[in-house]
């Protein structure tokens, strides 16, 4: 079997020092089920590909069996799809060959470890259970472009048709050290199978691989189930504890940084300013259909349902207690059914690509950004205004060049404890131009609160149209 991982950031042969394998050189591992190769078809300055190339020894296969000698015995444990087909060996292999790579760290080149560059991932011959609908649902949300194209089961034979095996290509801009613990987990799932077996060790080997992407993902119950090869107790223990990490975000913590916030920007009624902004520039876009991303405790979907004309109004949060939250503010069991209707709440990541979230004529991301890792900005790029592209964006977040106006913030502080970063103006406007121009879009620049001749707006906005 083959798996190819290729790059054109440049220099592209850096993939070399990422993946600790050396271009010039062909290395081979011994695993317990076969040998793995690395080698490097082409590495240029332009695009460098690593293939590695997984030699299944099928009749070790069955000598490495558990169980009596001559159990179970037939000639499918001879004869099968294992050497050539993706599978779950494949990721054991990547586990072995680019461990520390998977792990994040690179001697050589830290800064481009943690650095989103661009990569494909092609996959020839990937069985998968579902087809190719299930392939998107795994890899689409992750921020991938996914092709596919079936193998037919003869070329000299056309009229046999297609076999159940699909040829990938798998496209993002992201981290390496992303796309290959993805690969770990999504590579078994695809093909509905592992070739050991399975125990409690294996939900710990899933939640470390899924890092901070899996508790979000639409179809993390599929993940968790066919990773854990549908053992129902395995599975329900995974999901409680993905469901557990989950609601890290909005826990007793998470309300009292934001109360901190509030009561900093408390004297200038910064909040109530933010919303009556926002709103104005959704109500003057036209907006029908109007998303709320990061809608929190669902302050800003309940203006917008009073005070614009949107037919429909979507609030999306990670965290489940801040939309428990929302439900009660808006209170939609007493709603009136056709108010009701024109009200969705929805649990999701806005890093992740979301076909929930196409379609849709506006979008609010009010004091958001700034609680994502900085790595996770690109991805958010691409989610929002590269996947779901709705015609407007208004984008709020705060103006640190006006925190030390803040008489109760410290100095050289954050708003918010959980903030990953603040944005001077320029920076703002740096990213705001990069994202605009990627992606198609016009984008104009104001902000929110009184203005100070130096420091400017407390809080900075971004309306981006296209």
């Known amino acids: 079997m083959i798996l190819t991982i290729s790059t054109t950031h440049q220099p592209a042969t850096d993939l070399g020092f990422l993946l600790h394998k050396n271009p010039d050189r062909h290395q081979s591992v011994e695993l317990s089920f076969g040998i793995a190769h690395v080698v490097y078809p082409e590495a240029t300055i332009d695009r460098c ?71 494909e991932v092609g996959l020839p011959v990937t069985p998968c259970r579902g087809g190719e609908t299930v392939l998107r649902g795994l890899f689409e949300p992750l921020g991938y472009e996914v092709a596919a194209e079936a193998v037919t089961l003869d070329a000299k034979f056309p009229e046999w048709g297609d076999s159940r095996y699909l040829d990938v290509r798998l496209r993002t801009t992201a981290r390496l050290s992303d796309v290959l613990g993805q690969l770990y987990v999504l ?121 614009t004309g949107s037919e429909q109004v979507v609030g999306m949060d990670v965290s489940v207690r801040a939309l428990e939250q929302a439900a009660r503010r808006l209170h939609l ?53 590269g996947r779901a592209r709705p015609r407007t964006v208004v984008l709020t977040t705060p103006n640190v060049e006006y925190n030390p106006l803040f008489e109760t913030l410290a100095a050289a502080g954050f708003r918010n404890r959980d903030h990953r970063f603040e944005w001077t103006r320029a920076e703002f406007a740096d990213w705001s131009s990069a994202v605009a121009g990627r992606y198609d879009y016009e984008v104009e620049l104001g902000g929110v609160g009184a203005n100070d001749p130096v420091a400017g707006q407390p809080t900075q906005m971004a309306v981006f149209r296209r």
């Open 187 to 307: 590579l078994p799932v695809l093909d509905d199978d592992k070739h050991y077996w399975v125990g409690s060790d294996e939900v710990e080997k899933l939640l470390h691989r899924g890092g901070d992407w899996l508790a979000a993902h639409p179809e993390r119950e599929l993940i968790a189930r066919r990773y854990l090869r549908h053992d129902r107790r395995l599975t329900r223990d995974a999901l409680a504890r993905l469901a557990d990490e989950d609601e890290e975000d909005p826990d007793r913590s998470r309300e009292e940084r934001d109360a901190e916030e509030r009561e900093i920007e408390q004297p200038l009624r910064l909040h109530d300013e933010r919303i009556a902004a926002v709103v104005g520039a959704i109500r003057d876009s036209g907006a029908s259909r109007v998303l709320d991303l990061g809608c929190g405790s669902g302050k800003l979907v309940q203006a917008l349902l009073e005070e």
């Open 333 to 385: 069991d007493t709603m009136a059914p056709r108010q009701r209707q024109r009200v969705e709440l929805l649990q999701g990541s806005l890093t992740y690509r979301d076909a929930r979230l196409e379609g849709f004529d506006a979008a609010a991301v009010v004091e958001v950004i700034e609680h994502l890792d900085a790595s996770r900005l690109d991805a958010f790029s691409q989610a929002i205004f």
């Open 49 to 119: 590909e690593v293939a590695v190339l997984l030699d299944v020894d099928p009749i070790a296969l069955v000598r490495n069996r558990r169980g009596p000698a001559g159990e179970d015995f037939s000639l499918s444990q001879y004869v099968n799809d294992r050497p050539y087909a993706v599978s779950s060996f494949m990721a054991v292999a990547l586990a072995k060959l680019f461990g520390t790579a998977m792990a994040g760290r690179s001697k050589e080149r830290p800064d481009l470890a943690d650095a989103s560059i661009p990569l």
